[in-house]
């Protein structure tokens, strides 16, 4: 059974262009969530979703920034317009529940670098 | 609001006990967890609590929970240079949306 999925695991784009991140969640689960961690910080929660439904954005910027986890395929992180402070890695967790104790999966993070 | 504070650095000898402490402010927390990230590496998760417990033990590794000073440890016996890594103490609070709120990570040096 193969684990959480993210990729790439390394991304590079210029100020101004778009970054797609890629999370496959583990086998028979239908919740992910994605954190983001800036240098020398913990993780800060963006968003978590359910096959189609976004449950809870709370913690995405309000522009630029878009998630989505179709019923078919990968959950995705787009981000638009990016900027330097955009610079972080990007973990994907994925649960086969939300209630009562859920341990999130997480994958390895895509690093994205905006020069 | 929702906050959980860790101290960001401990150093310890090969073979003593390791422990870390965690702060957290939402007294609604049901379960609060230990994370270990290697260097390049996501999270494992290490072991975790439910609210309503004291204590934990698994193996080498012990969690103390003080609800009513909002304060969880772990505790490393026997501590390995394998054990080297940063640890983060998480909380889920009594939201339904299985959030977890993280603490800033704690470096854990283990000199042989």
């Known amino acids: 059974n193969a684990g959480v999925m993210q990729n790439p695991r390394h991304l590079v784009r210029r100020r101004g262009q778009e970054a797609r991140l890629r999370c496959s969640p583990m086998?028979?689960?239908?919740?992910v969530y994605w954190y983001r961690q800036l240098p020398e910080e913990g993780l800060k929660f963006m968003v978590y979703?359910?096959?189609?439904?976004?449950?809870?954005e709370s913690g995405m910027p309000k522009e630029r920034f878009s998630a989505e986890f179709p019923k078919e395929g990968p959950s995705i992180l787009r981000i638009q317009q990016v900027v330097r402070g955009d610079s972080a890695a990007y973990f994907c967790?994925?649960?086969?529940?939300?209630?009562?104790?859920?341990?999130?999966?997480f994958g390895p993070g895509t690093r994205l670098t905006v020069l | 609001g929702e906050d959980v504070e860790q101290s960001l650095f401990l150093s310890v000898r090969e073979g003593d006990s390791s422990v870390i402490n965690c702060t957290y402010t939402?007294?609604?927390?049901?379960?609060l967890y230990w994370y270990k990230q290697e260097p390049g590496a996501g999270l494992q998760l290490l072991t975790y609590?439910?609210?309503?417990?004291d204590m934990k033990q698994d193996q080498r590794l012990t969690v103390l929970l003080n609800k009513k000073d909002k304060h969880l440890s772990l505790r490393i016996a026997d501590t390995q240079t394998g054990d080297s890594a940063i640890y983060f103490c998480?909380?889920?609070?009594?939201?339904?949306?299985?959030?977890?709120?993280f603490g800033q990570g704690t470096t854990l040096q283990v000199k042989p």
């Open positions: 967790a994925s649960s086969s529940r939300s209630s009562s104790y859920n341990e999130q999966f």
């Open positions: 086998k028979g689960h239908s919740h």
């Open positions: 979703l359910q096959k189609e439904n976004i449950i809870d």
């Open positions: 939402d007294s609604s927390s049901t379960y």
């Open positions: 609590i439910f609210s309503n417990m």
């Open positions: 998480a909380e889920r609070t009594s939201s339904n949306t299985g959030k977890l709120i």
